[in-house]
């Protein structure tokens, strides 16, 4: 783990991306060693770990152990195709082992990203809803907000039997979605919820605080590229200090979305 850690650092890497993983497809058993007794193959540990992550049949025997499950949870994120980039080295790695069936190596590819911003891997679930009411969407959509949603949003439609209804939407990471899942059914009515994977381009962000006539407040800043291509304030800080200090919302707003703009212009931001 250590030298994996001083690789990436070292190598400058920016985002580790990770391909589809083999699994034993087998249904071997792990043999028992010190300290743990005999566990089916992929071990438990290993299959927690890879949550998020898409992962194919391999050869039997421990092909992926809880170490490398490990690194990938803490470092890397899901790729399922190739990303677009210039490749500029390539590094391999050998086990030990030495199967007849194909070469035991792990093959890493160090490139530049051609892409503008970051690319990532997202899903988004859906389900349609006509017989419930607003404050009960509204709910819904809190109770997907705290199962792990990104993003939470309502489309209206027109369903069966010329009905007016409403698509309930959420944005998500791919190991939310079992949590999601539950949301959905236990926060509406119900009996279906559609599930895909989109790719989302996003800005490096931080958050930083700008002063104030009368506080300070938070803005969250997205950068391309090195530069700042927005900078909005954080409206819950906004209205905090305006009913600290007495003044209208707006006024504070205001003064806030000038300080954001002078983040904007600046050749670099904290």
Do not use: C
Request: net charge negative.
């Amino acid at each position: 783990m250590v030298g994996v850690s001083a690789a990436v650092h070292g190598l400058g890497v920016e985002r580790l991306l990770v391909s589809s993983v083999p699994l034993e497809a087998g249904g071997g058993m792990l043999p028992a060693r010190a300290g743990h007794p005999a566990v089916p193959l992929p071990a438990p540990v290993t299959v927690e770990l890879l949550r998020g992550f898409h992962a194919r049949a391999g050869g039997p025997g421990e092909v992926v152990t809880p170490t490398a499950a490990a690194v990938f949870a803490a470092l890397g994120h899901p790729s399922v195709s190739f990303p677009e980039m210039t490749i500029d080295s390539v590094g391999y790695g050998a086990g030990s082992r030495d199967p007849s069936d194909r070469p035991n190596i792990v093959r890493v590819f160090v490139g530049t990203s051609e892409t503008a911003a970051s690319v990532r891997q997202l899903l988004v679930m859906e389900a349609n809803l006509d017989d419930m009411t607003p404050e009960l969407v509204a709910d819904a959509a809190q109770a997907l907000f705290a199962a792990g949603a990104l993003d939470v949003w309502t489309t209206p439609i027109q369903m069966k039997k010329g009905r007016q209804g409403v698509l309930l939407s959420a944005l998500a990471g791919l190991d939310a979605e079992p949590r999601l899942q539950d949301a959905f059914f236990e926060a509406t009515s119900t009996f279906g919820v559609r599930s895909y994977r989109v790719s989302r381009a996003e800005l490096e962000r931080r958050v930083v605080t700008v002063e104030l006539a009368d506080g300070s407040v938070r803005v969250k800043v997205g950068h391309l590229k090195g530069r700042v291509m927005t900078a909005t304030p954080e409206h819950d800080d906004v209205a905090a200090l305006a009913a600290r200090v007495g003044r209208p919302v707006r006024e504070i707003y205001d003064e806030a979305v000038g300080a954001a703009r002078a983040l904007r212009h600046s050749p670099s931001v904290p």
